[in-house]
């Protein structure tokens, strides 16, 4: 007869579920978010300057898009704080957005001081424009972490 094939079994590796896995560090979930926030708003922000620089010559409109960037980029970060940790409080999505925005900030401020000083009303500027950009992150990470997280309630319960 035919020589018989030995059939050879492998090993079935259980899965392990989601629930027994300890939570991710907090700061590795603010850390995390706030890169994937920054790197987001920095390309899209980019890509944004220059195509309304070469239509529009007015800073307000400009100013304002890219605000809206920072909004919907630090969304995105609010809602992969979520994926990373269901269980993690809003707050840790808002420290992931004012992060990014203080990292976006001080590299701006950085840009300015190595070009030249500036003056005291030109300092106020900028921490008006920190406090801005701030509570912009902190809002758009919110938003995405409060959305993000009725959505995965809604796909439990369903």
């Not at 239509?55 to 809602?79: D, M, S, W």
């Not at 203080?102 to 701006?108: K, L, T, Y």
Request: aromatic share 6%; hydrophobic share 60%.
């Amino acid at each position: 007869m035919a020589e018989e094939k030995k059939r050879v079994r492998l090993p079935v590796l259980s899965g392990s579920s989601d629930v027994d896995a300890p939570p991710p560090s907090p700061i590795y979930v603010v850390l995390v978010s706030a890169a994937a926030t920054l790197f987001a708003w920095t390309l899209l922000a980019a890509l944004l300057n220059g195509l309304l620089g070469r239509v529009l010559a007015r800073a307000g409109i400009i100013a304002a898009a890219n605000l809206f960037v920072l909004l919907l980029t630090a969304a995105a970060g609010g809602a992969i704080a979520v994926v990373l940790d269901a269980r993690a409080p809003a707050s840790r999505a808002r420290y992931a957005g004012l992060v990014a925005a203080a990292v976006g900030w001080a590299v701006s401020f950085l840009f300015t001081v190595f070009s030249h000083v500036p003056a005291a009303t030109e300092l106020l500027t900028w921490l008006l424009i920190l406090v801005v950009l701030g509570a912009v992150a902190a809002i758009g990470a919110s938003i995405g972490h409060t959305l993000t997280s009725m959505r995965l309630k809604a796909k439990t319960n369903a």
